[in-house]
């Protein structure tokens, strides 16, 4: 819980900082999207954000640090008793303190567009590691029909893989200041295939109009997507035995995930719908984890 907070309340700070939701809308988010976008020299403005969302978001990281720690540690001591490796306490020990050093260095030194994916994807570890190790120790109910359950692993990992993507494609939108590249839904700029240019540098002064549309349109195949292969995937795990629950909420949280993407460019990008778009991404995942876990803890 205090996981899904955190990686929310970070959504939530990163956006602000950006201009969403500021008075002079979009003015501000123009505004922030050309300082972040000026060369680094004397003049460049330095990052020194102290809302007392950030500063929560900061204590809130910081005892996460700490349960991790008391996670490991009694993994460890007790590994004869629980029902599983202290290998992913390990692993989420790890991944906390580089979280906790990559901010602590990368803050003032590296772009926008490398810290906010590498902050996102170690959130989405981290919920994942948190999901998968409680699971491990409340152990759901095992009604799957082992058999069948076997055919749709590979199509349950695929289809988190692919929400991963998705969620790093989103960050990318954000971190380079492309959500407002195309303004109108279903089309962008009026076309199914707008004037866009691929090609990248992380030198953000170098992004054009024509680079962040292809960033935005990218984003919004990927939504397509994702929400077909994982619409497929939630009617396909229907068919078994005890996933009639799972298969509903999976359809029910992409079509709400779907929906709230599109309100988002139709209003004008509003800070709480941008926030409310992570929440739910979030728990996606969460969602998926637990279908993978339901789907690889059966036995015969």
Known sequence: MLAF????????????????????????????????????????????????????????????????IA???????????????????SLLTGLMAFLALFGILAFSHLPRAIIVPVHLAGGIAMLALLTWILLNQISPDRSVNSSKSREWRIFAWTGFILLAIQLMLGSWVSSNFAAVACTDFPL???????????????????????????????????????TVYLGWLAFGIAKLGGMKKVSRSLLILLTLQFGIGAINVLLG????????????????????????????DQRT
């Open 188 to 226: 962008c700029k009026g076309a199914l295939l707008p004037a866009m240019d691929f090609s990248y540098s992380l030198n953000s002064s170098a992004l054009t109009e024509e680079r962040l549309t292809a960033i935005h349109w990218m984003h919004r195949c990927g939504a397509i997507i994702v």
């Open 5 to 68: 907070a955190a990686v929310v309340l970070s959504a939530y700070v990163r956006l602000a900082d950006t201009g969403l939701g500021c008075k002079d809308w979009p003015g501000c988010y123009a505004k922030n999207a050309l300082m972040e976008r000026q060369a680094p020299g004397i003049d460049a403005p330095t990052r020194t954000y102290t809302s007392w969302q950030r500063k929560l978001h900061s204590q809130m990281v910081m005892l996460l640090g700490f349960l991790s």
């Open 71 to 89: 996670i490991c540690g009694i993994a460890w001591l007790k590994r004869k008793e629980l029902r599983q490796s202290p290998l992913l306490p």
């Open 269 to 296: 990008l509003p800070l709480f719908g941008a926030v409310l778009h992570n929440a739910v991404a979030m728990i996606l995942v969460v969602t998926l984890i637990f279908l993978n876990f339901k789907l690889q």
